[in-house]
């Protein structure tokens, strides 16, 4: 009887020597699969490196007000060349770029940029609303209105390619005055960054 059962047991267990040495594995699919999913992989790095290069481009954005006392109040006329104005009340200064002690944003990066000037004055028949953006003292665009009386607003927009360290302004132009109210913010000075370069 314990020859009987040996007998089995070994039937059992014998498998054939042509499966051991050589399993019924493919091993060009194997590599195919191997190979698609370093390909996956190396293509997931490479975006995640570049989704953290742009998580590290600076986040800039203000946008000032002239007037930061209430009241309304007209800033010039100026006779003596143009004259820089100070947009005092900040309402945003995302990367701390514009300074409300000169008027005056520096690009932090180079990169494509947008800025809006929106202006406002008194009608009057001797004098208008012009103010002009400038980049490193030369002019980009201007605001400008003219009417005998009552208000007169004038907008303007750009994009603009910087490098770091170019400076925009706002200035009036000789003999013109703009005007503005620390409580409703009628003439203003914005930009941002809207991709670096």
Known sequence: MLILITLVMLNVWVVPADEVVSPNINLLEVLEKLTTMEKRMESMENEMERLKTENKAPKVAFSAS???SFGPQSVGPFHNGLH?????YVFLNIGDTYDPN???FTAPVRGAYAFRVFSKAFGSPE?????GLFKND?????????????FISSSNGVSLLLEEG??????LYP??????????????????????M
């Open 66 to 68: 002239l007037l930061s």
């Open 138 to 150: 030369q002019h980009i665009i201007s605001t400008h209105g003219h009417q005998a009386s009552g």
């Open 102 to 104: 000169t008027g005056i």
């Open 84 to 88: 820089t104005l100070i947009y005092e």
């Open 175 to 196: 003999g013109q005055w703009i005007f503005d109210d620390g409580e409703h913010h009628h003439s203003t000075f914005s930009g941002h960054l809207l991709f670096p």
């Open 127 to 131: 004098r208008d609303v012009t103010a």
């Open 166 to 171: 170019d400076q925009m302004k706002v200035n």
